[in-house]
């Protein structure tokens, strides 16, 4: 359990990246004018010691290393660096995520690849990449078992945060075996073409191209089975992580209509002065502004939950919550996205503003699985009190 003094820490440390969302809010503009990583974004994160709310206590950071602890910061954390820019918020969530499978409990990797890695993360600033996706990919990628390690060969299809290069962990089949695998491979590493062909509408910044492993060498200490299936917890901070995200730039979106809108010297009809003079004005924001509160709060909510819940607990009931928290999200966010030039008029959509990477960013990772399926999962839920096995919701 956190001590006062970390919990403490931990609400410095959120209050402190709130601070800089206006900052984030300008490196995110000029990554997406540039289709480039937001490097300064990052960076900024790094100063302000973010990363330590994924590190665990005994090697300097804030998590307590339970499967169930640091969820709540987390969620927050993530959910007010996408209210600052939806793509550096999903290159924080990657690192997050994958340094949770790293350093959580029974990590099969040994203790100096842990150490390693948590030094690296403190005071280097190294980035992660979950390097899983082979759907339109050539095949299966795989690892040769060799003297020494093993041998990684083979395409990766979808790579988020590896504009800034860092570390991937790599998902694979080990040959022989045909068991599942992950290794850790510097993508600095000149056997490692990434293809830079990462170009779509929204979340530019991501960078998730393309890329291929070019019989890399991979040493002992760097490679370990991977878990068969991921746990219940597991999987439900997932839909909350992507809820966090979603919630985070919708909440952007608002701040960014709502600074415009001061700004006009009109309302949207000839008889109103101002926007807050304007009823129509007031009423879309009021709605915006309830519907997102009303998002975020079952967020914060659900991951609470998490973080409290116990073995032997209904499981289900709060991965349900969790499912819901991504619904509820979904629809907040991509209303207030939509909403931003109905509300500020033709001028707002100039490039100047860029504020359709708001809609850009929200509706490209809204379509990252299926709203409708967690409906039926939540639905399901309703009718029967119980969810479908994991299997059938997430594939690995």
Same mark, same amino acid.
């Given at each position: 359990?956190?001590?006062?003094?970390?919990?403490?820490?931990?609400?410095?440390?959120?209050?402190?990246?709130?601070?800089?969302?206006?900052?984030?809010?300008?490196?995110?503009?000029?990554?997406?004018?540039?289709?480039?990583?937001?490097?300064?974004?990052?960076?900024?994160?790094?100063?302000?010691?973010?990363?330590?709310?994924?590190?665990?206590?005994?090697?300097?950071?804030?998590?307590?290393?339970?499967?169930?602890?640091?969820?709540?910061?987390?969620?927050?954390?993530?959910?007010?660096?996408?209210?600052?820019?939806?793509?550096?918020?999903?290159?924080?969530?990657? =690192? %997050? +995520? !994958?340094?949770?499978? #790293?350093? *959580?409990?029974? /990590? &099969?990797?040994?203790?100096?690849?842990?150490?390693?890695?948590?030094?690296?993360?403190?005071?280097?600033?190294?980035?992660?990449?979950?390097?899983?996706?082979?759907?339109?990919?050539?095949?299966?990628?795989?690892?040769?078992?060799?003297?020494?390690?093993?041998?990684?060969?083979?395409?990766?299809?979808?790579?988020?945060?590896?504009?800034?290069?860092? =570390? %991937? +962990? !790599?998902?694979?089949? #080990?040959? *022989?075996?045909? /068991? &599942?695998?992950?290794?850790?491979?510097?993508?600095?590493?000149?056997?490692?073409?990434?293809?830079?062909?990462?170009?779509?509408?929204?979340?530019?910044?991501?960078?998730?191209?393309?890329?291929?492993?070019?019989?890399?060498?991979?040493?002992?200490?760097?490679?370990?089975?991977?878990?068969?299936?991921?746990?219940?917890?597991?999987?439900?901070?997932?839909?909350? +992580?992507?809820?966090?995200?979603?919630? *985070?730039?919708?909440?952007?979106?608002?701040?960014?209509?709502?600074?415009?809108?001061?700004?006009?010297?009109?309302?949207?009809?000839?008889?109103?002065?101002?926007?807050?003079?304007?009823?129509?004005?007031?009423?879309?924001?009021?709605?915006?502004?309830?519907?997102?509160?009303?998002?975020?709060?079952?967020?914060?909510?659900?991951?609470?939950?998490?973080?409290?819940?116990?073995?032997?607990?209904?499981?289900?009931?709060?991965?349900?919550?969790?499912?819901?928290?991504?619904?509820?999200?979904?629809?907040?966010?991509?209303?207030?996205?939509?909403?931003?030039?109905?509300?500020?008029?033709?001028?707002?959509?100039?490039?100047?503003?860029?504020?359709?990477?708001?809609?850009?960013?929200?509706?490209?990772?809204?379509?990252?699985?299926?709203?409708?399926?967690?409906?039926?999962?939540?639905?399901?839920?309703?009718?029967?009190?119980?969810?479908?096995?994991?299997?059938?919701?997430?594939?690995?």
């Amino acid at each position: 359990m956190p001590t006062p003094e970390s919990a403490a820490e931990v609400r410095a440390l959120l209050a402190a990246i709130r601070e800089r969302r206006g900052e984030l809010a300008e490196g995110g503009f000029a990554a997406d004018r540039d289709n480039a990583d937001p490097a300064a974004n990052m960076a900024l994160l790094a100063e302000s010691g973010a990363v330590r709310l994924v590190v665990p206590a005994e090697r300097g950071g804030l998590w307590d290393g339970t499967e169930r602890g640091g969820w709540g910061a987390l969620i927050r954390a993530v959910r007010e660096i996408s209210a600052g820019d939806g793509p550096t918020g999903q290159n924080w969530l990657t =690192t %997050a +995520l !994958v340094a949770r499978e #790293l350093f *959580g409990p029974g /990590s &099969a990797f040994p203790e100096a690849t842990r150490a390693e890695l948590a030094r690296r993360m403190l005071d280097d600033d190294l980035r992660f990449v979950s390097s899983v996706a082979e759907t339109g990919g050539p095949g299966r990628v795989t690892a040769r078992p060799v003297e020494g390690g093993v041998v990684l060969s083979g395409t990766k299809t979808f790579n988020s945060n590896s504009g800034g290069r860092g =570390t %991937a +962990l !790599v998902g694979c089949l #080990l040959e *022989g075996e045909r /068991s &599942a695998h992950q290794v850790l491979v510097d993508l600095n590493h000149d056997q490692v073409e990434p293809h830079d062909d990462w170009d779509n509408m929204g979340q530019r910044g991501t960078r998730s191209q393309t890329i291929t492993y070019r019989d890399v060498f991979v040493p002992d200490g760097w490679h370990r089975p991977a878990e068969e299936s991921p746990s219940q917890v597991f999987l439900a901070a997932v839909m909350l +992580l992507h809820a966090a995200l979603m919630q *985070g730039i919708g909440d952007g979106a608002l701040d960014a209509l709502v600074r415009h809108a001061r700004t006009m010297k009109r309302g949207s009809l000839p008889r109103f002065a101002t926007p807050a003079e304007d009823p129509l004005v007031l009423r879309r924001v009021g709605a915006l502004s309830s519907g997102l509160a009303a998002s975020r709060a079952l967020l914060h909510d659900a991951a609470d939950s998490l973080e409290t819940s116990e073995d032997g607990e209904d499981g289900d009931a709060v991965t349900a919550d969790c499912f819901r928290a991504k619904v509820a999200a979904v629809e907040a966010s991509l209303a207030a996205a939509t909403e931003i030039h109905e509300v500020t008029g033709a001028r707002s959509t100039s490039h100047a503003h860029r504020y359709d990477r708001f809609w850009r960013n929200a509706r490209t990772f809204a379509s990252h699985d299926p709203t409708d399926a967690k409906n039926v999962y939540v639905g399901g839920y309703e009718l029967t009190g119980h969810l479908p096995p994991l299997s059938t919701i997430i594939r690995r």
